[in-house]
């Protein structure tokens, strides 16, 4: 997938070969690239077990990614397209599942959640116990959240991946929580956590479609790079001057006057999951809460 992100290769068929750059935490003044996407995110014995059973198999981790891995490139071509049919979007929901569980953070939060009330430290297979859990809970998290396409409307810059493969949004004014995941490029899946109201069928397909505007996504790219337990961001070999500009700050920033989205005056990046009255109500309740203004928390 982070071949979506950067220059095909004209004589190798495959987004592995396509062309990316790549900025990491450990050295954030100095963007790499162009280089192969195939050179990037390689990295090994995080999925091993060490006494493989029934339940945890020592191929788990790639039963899962074999689920999707193959068909989601052209998936996410497809949702690019607007020619994305059933079949695409549940490619696309299985990456959206996996990515709760395929990042170098995972261990870490992992082993914090075990280690909880006076527990020893978890062993590896342990860890990949808690990875098989998440994953499956991950789908219900899906199975309760509403869905929206997020474009780059035409003078807003690309989408930038991180290593966990999403970031993290939320609404203050409206108690909205929501996590966007890029897919390439011009094309990301935005989910509002928690907002599936009944006769919603996350698998049918996304509920709206948005095209985030300049100042809309550069929130979305500033918050790709300052998400925590992230080591890189990755993109359009084009766009690397303005990666290397990337800076830390404010994790919670005030959304344009306009909106975030391009032909569109909805206040926040999660109004779209809500009704006009509840988006009232919400922020009705906001203000008479003694706060002042809404805020998104990236």
């Not at 070969?17 to 990037?40: F, H, K, N, Q, W």
């Not at 490139?73 to 695409?88: K, N, W, Y």
Request: net charge negative; aromatic share 6%.
């Amino acid at each position: 997938m982070i071949g979506g992100f950067g220059i095909p290769n004209p004589r190798r068929k495959g987004a592995r070969y396509a062309s990316v750059c790549m900025r990491r935490r450990a050295t954030p003044d100095v963007v790499v690239g162009p280089l192969p996407a195939e050179r990037i995110g390689a990295e090994y014995g995080v999925y091993d077990v060490d006494r493989p059973d029934q339940d945890l198999p020592g191929d788990f981790a790639e039963i899962l990614w074999q689920a999707y891995e193959s068909d989601l490139p052209s998936a996410a071509a497809a949702l690019e397209s607007g020619l994305c049919q059933r079949d695409d979007w549940l490619t696309i929901l299985l990456h959206i599942q996996a990515q709760s569980i395929r990042h170098p953070d995972f261990a870490r939060v992992a082993t914090e959640h075990l280690t909880g009330a006076g527990r020893d430290a978890p062993d590896r297979d342990e860890v990949q116990r808690q990875r098989q859990r998440t994953h499956l809970e991950s789908r219900a998290l899906l199975s309760q959240a509403r869905f929206a396409v997020i474009r780059r409307s035409k003078n807003a810059r690309r989408f930038l991946l991180n290593d966990k493969g999403y970031v993290s949004v939320g609404d203050v004014a409206l108690g909205t929580r929501g996590v966007l995941f890029p897919l390439t490029g011009n094309v990301a899946v935005l989910m509002a956590v928690s907002e599936a109201v009944p006769g919603d069928d996350f698998e049918a397909g996304p509920l709206a479609e948005r095209a985030l505007n300049v100042r809309g996504m550069d929130i979305i790219n500033g918050s790709t790079w300052e998400l925590n337990g992230i080591t890189c961001v990755i993109g359009h070999p084009d766009d690397a001057p303005w990666i290397g500009e990337l800076e830390d700050g404010d994790r919670t920033v005030k959304m344009p006057p306009l909106g975030p989205y391009a032909g569109s005056r909805e206040g926040g990046m999660l109004d779209w999951a809500l009704t006009p009255d509840q988006v009232r109500q919400r922020h009705r309740k906001y203000v008479l809460g003694g706060s002042v203004s809404p805020f998104a928390t990236m």
